[in-house]
Nanobody, 125 residues
Framework: QVQLLESGGGLAQTGGSLRLSCTSS????????VAWFRQTPGKEREFVAG????????SYADSVKGRFTISRDHATNTVSLQMNSLKPEDTAIYYC??????????????????WGQGTQVTVSS
C-alpha cells in the first residue's frame, strides 16, 4: 500500500521559514510528478508547487513564486518544500501528492493518484 508522509509543519511568524518534507512508503517517487497543495476551511484545495519526475521542471502558484522552493532527492525518495518569507495567508493544511507516470505538472487535484494526510502550517501575524 502506497503512503505519502508529510512532515515539517508547525507554527512560524510572519517573515519566517518552514521546510516541509514528503516521503513515500511502498512507492519510489522518482518517476512521479510530486506536488504540494494546500487547503483552508471552506475553500478548495489549491496547487502550491510541483516538480517533475526528472526534477528538470518545477512550477509554482503565483502566490508563492519567489518565496517557496520545491526540490527532490531521489536518493532519499523525498520531495521538500522550502517556505520562506511566510505570510499569514500561507496558513493552511499542506498536502503532498504524487501523479504516476507523467512528465506534466498538473494543477488539478483530481489528477493525482496518491495523497498524504496533510500537515498544518500556521503563520502568525
Amino acid at each position: 500500500q502506497v503512503q505519502l508522509l508529510e512532515s515539517g509543519g508547525g507554527l512560524a511568524q510572519t517573515g519566517g521559514s518552514l521546510r516541509l518534507s514528503c516521503t513515500s512508503s511502498g512507492r519510489t517517487l522518482s518517476s512521479d510528478t510530486v506536488a504540494w497543495f494546500r487547503q483552508t476551511p471552506g475553500k478548495e484545495r489549491e496547487f502550491v508547487a510541483g516538480v517533475s519526475g526528472s526534477a528538470s521542471r518545477t512550477s509554482y502558484a503565483d502566490s508563492v513564486k519567489g518565496r517557496f522552493t520545491i526540490s527532490r532527492d531521489h536518493a532519499t525518495n523525498t520531495v521538500s518544500l522550502q517556505m520562506n518569507s511566510l505570510k499569514p495567508e500561507d496558513t493552511a493544511i499542506y498536502y503532498c501528492a504524487a501523479e504516476q507516470s507523467t512528465t506534466f505538472i498538473h494543477r488539478l487535484p483530481k489528477l493525482y493518484d496518491y495523497w498524504g494526510q496533510g500537515t498544518q502550517v500556521t503563520v502568525s501575524s
